[in-house]
């Protein structure tokens, strides 16, 4: 059973710094993907930032200069540090992992808000 569990998030103002941190349980399963995604206020949720097995990253616009993915594949962890934070960042942020060997594929944790205040 595969289980996504975030931790971080909460209150900043602007221009603050927050670290996101998400530990996914496979049984031994291996992950392809992890990444974070958000929901902002009258938006769909979007990427943010990814990083493969192999740590290749991807960042939406937004995310390059401010913020940073790392993943630690023997922990099955990944973190997102954000800086620079903006009122526009405000919203829920989710984890989430790409198991290939699963029919599901992808499993997303329950989602951590973010709030940064101007």
């Known amino acids: 059973q595969v289980q996504v569990d975030e931790s971080g998030g909460g209150e900043v103002q602007t221009g603050g710094s927050l670290l996101l941190a998400c530990a996914v349980s496979t049984s031994d399963l291996s992950i392809y993907t992890m990444g974070w995604h958000r929901q902002v206020a009258g938006k769909q949720r979007e990427l943010v930032a990814a990083?493969?097995?192999?740590?290749?990253?991807n960042y939406a616009d937004f995310a390059k200069d401010r913020f940073t993915i790392s993943r630690d594949n023997a922990k099955n962890t990944v973190t997102l540090q954000m800086t620079s934070l903006k009122p526009e960042d405000t919203g829920v942020y989710y984890c989430?992992?790409?198991?290939?060997?699963?029919?599901?594929?992808?499993?997303w944790g329950k989602g951590i808000p973010v709030t940064v205040s101007s």
């Open positions: 989430v992992a790409d198991i290939p060997a699963t029919e599901r594929r992808f499993f």
């Open positions: 990083i493969s097995a192999g740590k290749v990253t």
